[in-house]
């Protein structure tokens, strides 16, 4: 079993930054990516970034490509998402997630965090 707790959530302006972080516990070595998704009210919970821990390999959305970069720390088993230029459309829960291959989709994943509130202000 693999348990992530994210952390890093908070209110920022528009044009700010935020950055998310996703420590990981357990049976990590069952997972070989991370992901991130967002869920804003009454919306389908949607795909953002994913990283393997095992290269620098990653995977974006078009509607972050450019402002959003997952990285990781594997000594620190901690998976980050570092938000650049949010704009309000941003705003969501973010959850980290954790599979055995690259995914853009929720079933792609096996664990999943408890989630993080973004919110952004215009």
């Known amino acids: 079993q693999v348990q992530l707790v994210e952390s890093g959530g908070g209110l920022v302006q528009a044009g700010g930054s935020l950055r998310l972080s996703c420590v990981a516990s357990g049976r990590t070595f069952s997972s070989s990516v991370m992901g991130w998704f967002r869920q804003a009210p009454g919306k389908e919970r949607k795909f953002v970034a994913t990283i393997s821990w095992s290269d620098d390999n990653t995977l974006y959305a078009d509607s972050v490509k450019g402002r959003f970069t997952i990285s990781r720390d594997n000594a620190k088993n901690t998976v980050y998402l570092q938000m650049n230029s949010l704009k309000p459309e941003d705003t969501a829960v973010y959850y980290c997630?954790?599979?055995?291959?690259?995914?853009?989709?929720?079933?792609?994943?096996?664990?999943w965090g408890q989630g993080t509130q973004v919110t952004v202000s215009s």
């Open positions: 997630a954790a599979g055995p291959y690259y995914s853009t989709v929720v079933d792609g994943y096996y664990y």
